[in-house]
């Protein structure tokens, strides 16, 4: 299986507040058994490291990049500018104030919307998929589906998968019914 060899999916974020939704994305791709690389790289602070990051994900093969951000969220189609790689935006409403003001998380001003829609919004050129506000889960998914492509045992564990969710549910809906 040559997706848990090395990896082929890149997970970054903006800060390291950003971790605890971006889990989300690693559990999913570890339940998976894809290898993926973990890394903080700040559109705005870091500029430079986002450049070199992306040449760093092309020449490393990975196949899909995952990359959270808060407030104005550039680091998803700031990656995708830099590279043909597909890039999966997870917008996150909590992010930390770097200021040294409070130790305290803060809450985007408008609910992580903000985020929604600055990543969704890319211009025409540089897509971005987008899931849902700290959704980093359902971003992990969504890389597996794009690896499932190559790889058919991948298939066949997204198909199980979703039996499993189907029978969960029904399994939900006879325990209501017997309440």
Not at 17 to 29: P, R
Request: hydrophobic share 35%; net charge positive.
């Amino acid at each position: 299986m040559s997706y848990s060899k090395k990896p082929l999916v890149g997970i970054i974020m903006g800060s390291s507040s950003d971790s605890k939704i971006m889990h989300g994305a690693a559990v999913i791709l570890d339940e998976f058994g894809v290898r993926h690389e973990d890394q903080i790289v700040s559109a705005h602070r870091t500029p430079t490291r986002l450049t070199e990051y992306a040449k760093h994900a092309e020449k490393s093969g990975f196949e899909v990049i995952i990359a959270g951000a808060g407030g104005s969220a550039h680091l998803p189609g700031m990656i995708a500018s830099h590279t043909i790689i597909p890039v999966i935006g997870v917008p996150i409403m909590v992010y930390n104030d770097k200021s040294g003001n409070s130790g305290r998380f803060k809450f985007s001003a408008f609910g992580g919307l903000d985020s929604l829609l600055s990543i969704s919004e890319m211009p025409t050129g540089s897509p971005v998929v987008t899931v849902g506000v700290n959704k980093a889960t359902n971003a992990g998914l969504y890389a597996l589906k794009i690896l499932a492509n190559e790889h058919t045992d991948l298939q066949k564990k997204l198909k199980r998968h979703k039996e499993k969710q189907h029978h969960s549910v029904i399994r939900e809906s006879e325990e209501m019914k017997k309440l």
